[in-house]
């Protein structure tokens, strides 16, 4: 089973990004994407935190293959990074990662990993030496909390208009939002399936999680 897995959090790719960056990886590699996973978070939890994350590790089988955007999608701490990358390489789970090109397996040695780990590290001392926000990261925002409903909205078809109405916000602050987070460009031809909105209410850290087969499953029906 190959997985396409993406984190949405402030000053990260946005989940369309994400999901171009793998899917054109995926097609360079002659993978196919079979699920994908989307983790949303709003606030940067600890790997103890993140309780559906760790549900989604456990339900990994041998021989499955995650493929992702960055390695900072899951986790930009090192030692995290560490624990997850050992968890998946002993139970035979191969790891994609995209912007590198780089696909880790139970051969791949630390030589090979340590570079990537020190890239993020990099990354991560060269953001806090920063003065203020890095040209192009997106900060976070108060329309963060709302953006499991928003995307619910937009599958449904609602217009700007009808979902500031429905959530109590400025119509213009919320186009912003859509449009700087690329949720529209997820959205068309996605492949997520929202689970309904009334049960992201407040959400903090919630898995979504939509079988590319249930997709395909719908072309044949509309083929037929």
Known sequence: MNYAYLRQMPESHTMSEQQRTILSYALTQGLEIDKEVVEYSNKNHLIEERDKFEEFMHSLEEGSAVIIDTLSVLSNRTEELIKIINCML??????????????MNRETTVVEIFPLLNDLREAQKAKSNLIGRPKGSRS?????????????????????????????VSRSSLKDYIESRGLRELIEGSWMEIVPHSDLTGADNTLLVCPFEQDKLHKKERIQ
Do not use: C, W
């Open 90 to 103: 002993s139970r035979e789970i191969v790891l994609h990662i995209a912007t590198a090109k780089t696909k």
């Open 140 to 168: 976070s925002s108060k329309f963060d909390k709302y953006q499991p409903q928003v995307i619910s909205f937009l599958k449904e078809g609602m217009n700007v208009s009808a979902i500031s109405r429905e959530l109590a």
